[in-house]
């Protein structure tokens, strides 16, 4: 797409550290990446405990706080291991220590859709060391999913990464990080449209709005599971919707971004929970 040169477009400036450390081989400091993480984690802890006052999942602290810290190990081990596996699996194969490396050698590093395996293999686990129902159990996790993935794209757009593909649209925003070269003409880098806060709108405030809405209109007695159906057909749609407007990380899978294709599993997953809901009506 050619950008008219008159065009002017905001230029992403933004520190990705909250605050920045004296330099030292441990830690460079804390990123709004870590925030973003940690409020999504105390969304869910206020959430949880919400519900249990009201009734619709009866966990007391310890339980709550065990649930958390299986969730909070699934997302970690399972957003690595998934970014490694759908994204990078040849590289990691050559290079086996990029598997515990969180920076992915660089800005990125983490899969949403291996988190959402590593949750549902934690709910699972937790929903059987609790003697809860699982499909009750995970009607109450996918409305905590939401926040996470809201502050997650906010901060995926403060660290510059996950840009959009080239546009001329008024909003579009130019990522100095997207061009390879160093040195390169501001003037000349194209502008690109802020997927990540596409991201932010559809799969975090407008899930969250959906998953809140519906996780309260019914009893949770009914049909158990169909909310977590709806969660997982609900975000596959989404992302491939919005990956219309994402530049490819990874090579195409049958014409399509490695997130259009793996969401595809997504709604199957979710088909499959509306299934057994129904028959566990």
């Avoid at 990874?250 to 709604?267: E, K, V």
Wanted: with cysteine.
């Amino acid at each position: 797409m050619e950008i008219s040169p008159l065009a002017v477009f905001w230029v992403h400036n933004i520190d990705p550290f909250v605050i920045k450390f004296p330099p030292n081989p441990i830690i460079e400091g804390i990123r709004w990446y870590g925030i973003a993480y940690l409020l999504g984690f105390v969304v869910a802890a206020c959430l949880l405990n919400f519900y249990h006052k009201k009734g619709r999942l009866s966990l007391n602290s310890d339980q709550q706080i065990t649930l958390l810290t299986s969730l909070f190990i699934g997302v970690l081990v399972g957003g690595r291991l998934g970014y490694v596996l759908f994204y990078d699996l040849q590289n990691a194969l050559q290079h086996p220590g990029l598997l515990i490396n969180f920076h992915g050698g660089g800005i990125r590093g983490m899969s949403s859709h291996g988190g959402f395996i590593g949750v549902i293999l934690a709910a699972l686990w937790f929903s059987k060391r609790a003697r809860i129902a699982p499909l009750q159990l995970g009607d109450a996790l996918v409305t905590l999913a939401p926040p996470g993935l809201l502050f997650g794209r906010i901060a995926n757009f403060i660290n510059g990464e996950l840009w959009g593909r080239i546009t001329d649209v008024p909003w579009a925003v130019i990522f100095p990080q997207s061009c390879p070269y160093l040195n390169y003409p501001q003037e000349l880098i194209p502008a690109r449209h802020p997927s990540q806060l596409y991201e932010a709108a559809l799969e975090g405030l407008l899930l969250l709005i959906f998953t809140q809405w519906r996780f309260w209109k019914k009893p949770k007695s009914q049909t158990p599971g169909r909310l977590c159906g709806e969660f997982f057909i609900a975000y596959g749609l989404v992302r491939i919707f919005v990956e219309c407007f994402r530049e490819p990380d990874a090579p195409l899978i049958a014409a399509l971004t490695r997130g259009q294709f793996y969401s595809i599993f997504i709604i199957l997953t979710g088909i499959f929970f509306i299934f057994i809901s129904r028959e566990k009506r």
